[in-house]
């Protein structure tokens, strides 16, 4: 399995969109890693993890073929992780039709959205399908197992986390999540899954959080109890990601840190292959 990491930012990027701080504007003039467009990312080119507005750039960039995937996992409705008014262009005159439908999963406020903008079906094609989720749901996405695991996050939605397991290799993606809620670490403890990569929320990088989101300090501790349970071990790859200028780094500062913690920093277009 390879995950590629599209965007690695949290809700404003960086540099955020309205923003002078020492890290926006260190950012704009070394470009390269310190630029974090909003977070998605595709595994194996063909299962896509969140839609936010910075697809297009996504796809302009990094050349996956965004018009042939089937399956889109979404985490939940903010903006920076699902921008539906980009899919209303899969109606006919806005692109080719001769696509195979999209698959969205998703929870009920990404449906509410779905169905507002009337994303299902245009002159007899279907373009999207709309498949709602619920924590510790298992869906058969081609050839890929997704589960779902709740997040914790906004407490208006149930905001969702997914693993994904391919050919005897497993991975766990998790951001907009404080630590797991009690209900998901003890569906770890009992399904004993164990992952080949764990990607953890690391939005406030060396401040704590836990409770909507997380930095090193709570990576550490997530870390230790996915160990604790056996569902990690030493030769499970961390990577943190979602990153947000509060975090006070710039990728360097950010990805030394991370590295004395046994972390690797994500930045937007890096590949794991596992
Ligand atoms: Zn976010
Ligand atoms: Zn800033
Ligand atoms: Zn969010």
């Not at 750039?57 to 992780?81: E, K």
């Not at 695991?149 to 397991?165: G, I, K, M």
Request: net charge negative; hydrophobic share 35%; with cysteine.
């Amino acid at each position: 399995m390879k995950l590629q990491y599209l965007g690695t930012g949290a809700a404003e990027g960086i540099p955020a969109l309205f923003c002078k701080c020492p890290v926006c504007v260190k950012a704009r003039k070394n470009g390269g890693r310190d630029i974090r467009t909003r977070s998605q990312a595709v595994v194996d080119g063909k299962i896509l993890l969140d839609f936010p507005p910075d697809t297009y750039a996504h796809y302009l960039n990094f050349g996956f073929d965004l018009p042939s995937i089937q399956h889109l996992f979404v985490t939940h409705s903010h903006s920076d992780h699902f921008y539906p008014d980009d899919l209303v262009l899969r109606h006919p005159g806005y692109g080719h039709q001769d696509f195979e439908t999209l698959h969205i999963y998703g929870n009920e406020k990404v449906e509410e959205l779905f169905y507002l903008l009337q994303l299902t079906q245009r002159e007899g094609i279907d373009n999207c399908r709309f498949h709602l989720v619920k924590p510790f749901d298992r869906i058969d996405a081609g050839a890929y197992h997704v589960t779902a695991f709740p997040a914790l996050h906004n407490r208006r939605e149930t905001c969702l986390f997914y693993s994904l397991e391919h050919e005897g290799k497993a991975l766990l993606y998790v951001h907009d999540s404080g630590d797991f809620p009690p209900a998901a670490w003890d569906y770890l403890a009992s399904a004993q899954p164990h992952f080949d990569l764990v990607s953890l929320d690391c939005t406030f990088v060396k401040y704590p959080d836990g409770k909507n989101h997380m930095g090193i300090p709570d990576n550490i501790k997530v870390r230790q109890r996915l160990f604790d349970i056996g569902a990690a071990d030493k030769n499970t790859v961390f990577v943190l990601n979602h990153f947000s200028h509060n975090g006070g780094c710039n990728y360097d500062e950010l990805s030394a840190l991370a590295e004395k913690e046994g972390f690797l920093a994500a930045w937007d277009g890096m590949e794991i292959t596992l």
